[in-house]
C-alpha cells in the first residue's frame, strides 16, 4: 500500500543515502522487497524485519533472503563493467544484503535493535558517533553514544511503520479478524504459541515472544461489563451506535451463552449499525458512497484493544526516532483517524512543533492539574524548551494519501495516509557507501531511472508540501 509514495520518501538521493533499513511491520515483505530493489546490494547493506506474527515472518524471510541474492547477482555485471572512483575495475563477487528477522513489537524497536551489533566492518564508525564527534558534544552526549554505538540502535537511516493488519491476517479464518469468515474470536497479530521465527531461514535470531498479548477478542466479549464494551466500542470503533451494540452483544451471551467466533459475533450485532459513508474521496477525487459493514467499526475496536494498538504506537513513533541516525528518516502509514492522530502528534512534538495535547503537557511539566495558572512567560519558556528540544522535520506537512488508480485497485488503500519524518543531523548520509542515486541509476532494467525519478517526484511534493511541519 502508497508503494510508491512510500520509495519516493525513501528513494536515495544526494542528502539521503539509507544503508540500513528497518521494516517494524514485515508483513508479506512487500515493500522490504521494493526496498532492496530501489537501493541494491552495494547501498543498502543491512535490512532488519520486525513483525509479532512468527507466520509473516517465516513467510517474508526466505522471500527477502531470495531478493537480496537476486539483487545481489543483478548488479555484479554492473560492477564488473564500472571502474570505481580510483579508475581501477571493483574485484570480487557483491554480498547481498544483510537480511535479519526479529519478531517483537515495534514499540519495543529500541530494546530489539540494541541487540543487533552495528556491522562496524563494513560500515565503519557508528553514525551517531560520527555526529558526536562533529558537534564535540557534552560528556552526557558522548556516553549515551558511545553506549549505543555496538548497536543498530541511533544507526538506523530509513525507518517503515505500515500499521495494521495484513491481507494475510485478514484472509486466515483461524485469526479471527474478518466478519467475513468464520473462526474464533481472537484477533492477536502476536500468538505467543505460535513460536518464534527462526524458521525463516534468514539467519535470523528471533526475538523472544515477550510482549505478545494473552487477551483474546473472545475474553472481552464475554467478560467485559456492558458499559465497558460499549465505552470500547465508542472510542475504538467510534461507532455511532455503540450503546446500542454493546446491548445487543451482552444480550446474546446472556440468552446463548459465550460468543466464540466471528459469525456468533457478527449475527449478535445484527443490523444495527448499518450506515451508509459517503463523501469526498481521500485522494480528491470526486465523492464515493459505500456502506460499511455494520460490524466493521466493532471488530475493528476489538483488535485495537487485544493488540493495544494505539498505546503501542505511541510508544513506537519515539521510540523510532531515537532508533535514527542523523539524517534517518520514519515513514508511518496508519488506517484510522485514531492511529494517524498519534503518529501526526508524536511526529510534530519530536520537531518541536504545537500539538493539541500541549496543554494537558504542559500543565503536567509545569506541576500543575491545569496550566491556566501558569504565567505567560512560563508558557513560553515551555514552548521554548520544545522547540530547542526538537530532533527533526516532518517532512510532509499534509499526509501523503493513496492516488486514485490505487483507491480503485484496493478499496482498502481510501484510507490509508502517509507521514514521513527526518531526523536533523543528516550530511549527505551513508558515508562509506556507494552513491544510492547513482547506483540505482547506473543498474541495468530501469530500476534506477525509477529511482531518480521517484527521488524527483518526492522533492517535489517536499517543496509543494513545505518544510514546516505543522499541524494538519
Ligand atoms: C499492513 S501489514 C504490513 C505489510 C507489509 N508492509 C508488506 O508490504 O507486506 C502489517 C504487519 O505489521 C504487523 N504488526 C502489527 N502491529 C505490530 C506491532 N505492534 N509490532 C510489530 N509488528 C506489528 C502485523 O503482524 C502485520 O504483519
New binding site residues.
Partial sequence: ?L?DEVLAALAPSAAFRPRTYV????????????MLGLHGPRALRLLVG????AT?LAL?GPRLVAAAAAEARRAEPQQQQQPDVGGSPSAGPISPTAIRLLR????DVERLLAGVPWPEAELGPHPALAAADRSSSTTTTTTTTTKNAATLLGGVDAM?L????????IDDPGRGFSFMRDGPLDMR??RAEDGDANGAGAGAGADAASSQPTLTAADIVNTWSEAALAELIRDYGEEKMWRRVAARIVRAREEKGPLLTTSQLTAAIGRTALRSSSGASRSGGGSRSSEIHPATRTFQALRIAV?D?LG??GR?IPAAIAALAPGGRLAV?SFHSLEDRVVKHAMLRAAGKPTPDDELAMAQALGGASSSSATAADRDAWRLGREAAAVGRVLTRRPVLPGEAEVARNPRARSAKLRVFEKFGGGGGGGGGADGEEEAAARDGGGGKKATHRSKKWRRLEEEEGEEGGAA
Fill in positions: 500500500m508503494l521494516d517494524g511491520t514485515l508483513g508479506a515483505g512487500g515493500h522490504a522487497s521494493a520486525v513483525d509479532v506474527d509473516a517474508a517483537g513489537n515495534h514499540a517503515l505500515d500499521l495494521g493488519v495484513s491481507s494475510m491476517q497479530m502476536g493488540n494498538e503501542g504506537l513506537a502509514i
